[in-house]
């Protein structure tokens, strides 16, 4: 991966691109960072790179033949053109993940009011922010894309986990870090973590992210698999007609969903006990689902093999939350959980789910579920 940044202050950028992570990535080869000086390009006595913007209140303005002839000294086969301003569209880690992928980015930096409109309308292929203030110009925007780019190189940060553990892995902020001393001005660090318990630490430490996740940026939730970041196993559970028709080669596709999205187990019950016998006759093909006489059954075999209370997320229930709303509230609260879809228990932690809305007509069920599974544990 190759960067160009072109700039006025191309001492700004230099020592960046010599110190720390991004330094040593540099010098191991990993990333090319070339700092193109602007004023190279000016034509004239004066060296002029800006004027006055027409319209504006005195303000200055990159003139696009400058900007022109930098670019064509710097652009190559696949090169993408980057314009940092404050009007752009703002840098995620998703962003930043799919600009890792491209070989080559020139990062143009504005300064004063930015760069002339007809050049950025004619080369620039991204404009970014970096966040809702505005800065003095784009060279600190353009170390951030940098730095976050150069975390993305295999080599340059050490483990893998560091990467992936990541505030963002997965859409949910990273948790709280400790070291020694175990104890500091009378604050002790959580036991979980100097318990020894790798399972506990795990534990511990994905409550926490959930919680500041939670508290902190809900609107991440949205987006995020969640299924890392509850304690335990998640059930799909159905309540279906056994009369219907296709039921098995339907369940047959839930339960490869279900496997899919990482649940633990499918669980069919019959919306009437005396069709149980009916149900386990037309399942028999299908060894994967687990069949009960019933909804209350479902949640009694599930609390059973965990050991703990079920929380059960009813689905389809017209009264229910949004769904959005129900998946915070599986976060927050701890224990295996209980996907129902077609029913609710009368007994336990119940959270009822609004039914999905399609504009153009209804889903079929299998669609339906799968959709749902991957608003709660479907991967950015
Ligand atoms: Cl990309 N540029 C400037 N000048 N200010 C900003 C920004 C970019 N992002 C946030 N503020």
New binding site residues.
């Given amino acids: 991966m190759k960067v160009t940044v072109v700039t006025a202050f191309p001492e700004f950028l230099d020592s960046f691109a010599r110190t720390s992570i991004v330094g040593r990535a540099v010098e191991k080869g990993l990333i090319g960072v070339t700092v193109v000086d602007l004023r190279d390009f000016a034509q004239g006595n004066y060296r002029q790179i800006d004027d006055y913007s027409f319209g504006g209140k005195g303000g200055m303005t990159l003139m696009p033949e400058v900007l022109e002839r930098a670019l064509r000294s710097v652009r190559g086969e696949r090169t993408k053109v980057l314009f940092?301003?404050?009007a752009?569209a703002v840098?995620t880690q998703d962003l930043v993940e799919a600009l890792a992928r491209e070989e080559h980015l020139a990062i143009f930096c504005?300064h004063y009011e930015?760069l002339d409109e007809r050049f950025v309308e004619k080369y620039v292929d991204l404009e970014?922010?970096?966040?809702?203030?505005?800065?003095?110009?784009?060279e600190?925007?353009a170390m951030t894309l940098i730095d976050a780019l150069s975390r993305l190189v295999p080599g340059v940060v050490g483990k893998e986990r560091s990467v992936t553990g990541d505030s963002f892995y997965d859409g949910m902020l990273d948790t709280p870090h400790f070291t020694r001393p175990a104890v500091w001005q009378g604050m002790e660090v959580p036991a979980e973590l100097t318990s020894g318990n790798d399972a506990q630490i795990e534990k511990w430490r994905k409550r926490a992210a959930a919680g500041r996740t939670l508290s902190r940026r809900p609107d991440l939730l949205s987006r995020a698999n969640v299924m890392d970041y509850l304690e335990d196993e998640v059930y799909l559970g159905l309540s279906v007609d056994p009369n219907a028709p296709g039921l098995a080669a339907d369940l047959a596709q839930i339960a490869l969903a279900a496997k899919a999205y990482g649940l633990a187990r499918v669980i069919a019950a019959p919306q009437n006990r005396e069709d149980f016998d009916a149900l386990r006759a037309r399942m028999s093909e299908v060894p994967e689902i687990k069949c009960v006489p019933s909804v209350s059954r479902m949640t009694e075999w599930a609390e059973r093999k965990e050991h703990v209370p079920l929380l059960t997320v009813a689905a389809e229930i017209p009264s229910g939350l949004p769904w959005m709303e129900a998946k915070r509230q599986m976060v927050e609260t701890s224990g295996p959980v209980l996907l129902l879809f077609g029913a609710a228990p009368r007994r336990g932690h119940v959270i009822a789910m609004r039914p999905q809305e399609t504009p153009g007509g209804e889903l079929p069920r299998t669609a339906l579920i799968s959709a749902t599974l991957d608003r709660f544990f479907g991967s950015r």
Avoid: H, N
């Fill in positions: 940092p301003t404050p752009g840098l504005g930015g970014y922010s970096i966040g809702d203030y505005v800065l003095t110009g784009g600190i925007p």
